[in-house]
């Protein structure tokens, strides 16, 4: 993986508010030989449409994360909802040149269009996260000499304390939304933060090093109206490995 300095980490997230960055980083994961241990081949994803964001493969079978995410829902979330995000967003990016080359009243369209790109494009973005930081055979603590254990020691005492912190802003989105552990390099910290939809409450600038898709399409097959029970489930496949290198990059 390519290593990023802050300053290289900073450009990125301002450029694309927050959660949109490092994408990269987790798209260069998903090419990288995946670990033995009898993981399923992994899943190709359905056929890119036009535009610049394109829907990575799973780094891993839709049946991998059993018992904890089911096959079904890795299904649907995958190839129906993220590819859906990767869809708007590509064509607001279209509607937004056609904006342009066209002017007049066209311009007036400029704040919806906007507005769509950001939803998508943020949607897609964290999606991507997601995908990398789950594995099959997951879950545990972070490795002791890993940087990411030492910063959660660090800014939250220790990793139950994390996980409580964590699992309690999942459980507390007002609607769909996220959980997600980002690093703020402005203080050189670990935050907990929460976003509504995938745009609205966030902290720009702070990078995604672990975000948790609470929305209801994420889970709701499986666990019904018991979103604890799927966080719980979540932190039985965490890829600390992934989120370490998404940590050392942003840092």
């Known amino acids: ?22 994408t990269g980083a987790a ?12 993981a399923s081949p992994p ?8 535009g610049p964001y394109v829907l990575a493969p799973l780094p891993y079978g839709y049946s991998d ?10 299904k649907l979330h995958h190839d129906i909802h993220h590819a859906a995000y990767v869809k708007g967003a590509n064509a607001a990016l279209v509607e937004l040149e056609r904006i342009r080359r066209e002017g007049g009243d066209q311009i007036h369209r ?19 996260v997601f995908w990398q930081v789950m ?31 964590f699992a309690a802003a999942g459980q507390q989105v007002m609607g769909s939304g996220w959980a997600i552990l980002c690093w703020e390099p402005l203080a050189q910290r670990l935050l907990v ?16 090093l ?22 719980k489930g979540f932190f039985e496949v965490i890829n600390w490995e992934a989120v370490d290198a998404r940590l050392r990059a942003a840092m």
Request: hydrophobic share 40%.
């Open 65 to 74: 994360l059993e018992p904890y995410i089911d096959t079904q829902t890795m």
């Open 110 to 128: 400029v704040r919806a269009v906007t507005q769509s790109l950001a939803f998508n494009l943020a949607g897609h973005l964290l999606h991507d």
């Open 210 to 231: 672990l975000p948790l898709d609470v929305w209801e399409h994420a889970y709701y097959l499986q666990y019904q109206n018991r979103r604890a029970d799927y966080i």
């Open 135 to 165: 594995k099959k055979g997951g879950g545990g603590a972070p490795p002791r000499d890993s940087d990411i254990a030492r910063m959660i020691q660090r800014d939250f005492g220790t990793l139950d304390a994390f996980k409580g912190h």
């Open 193 to 208: 933060v929460q976003a509504e939809k995938h745009e609205n409450l966030h902290a720009p600038g702070a990078v995604p």
């Open 1 to 22: 993986m390519t290593r990023l300095t802050r300053r290289d980490a900073i450009k990125s997230a301002a450029a694309v508010g927050g959660w949109m960055m490092l």
């Open 43 to 50: 899943v190709p994803p359905p056929a890119p449409g036009e």
């Open 27 to 38: 798209t260069a994961q998903a090419d990288e030989p995946k670990p033995a241990g009898g």
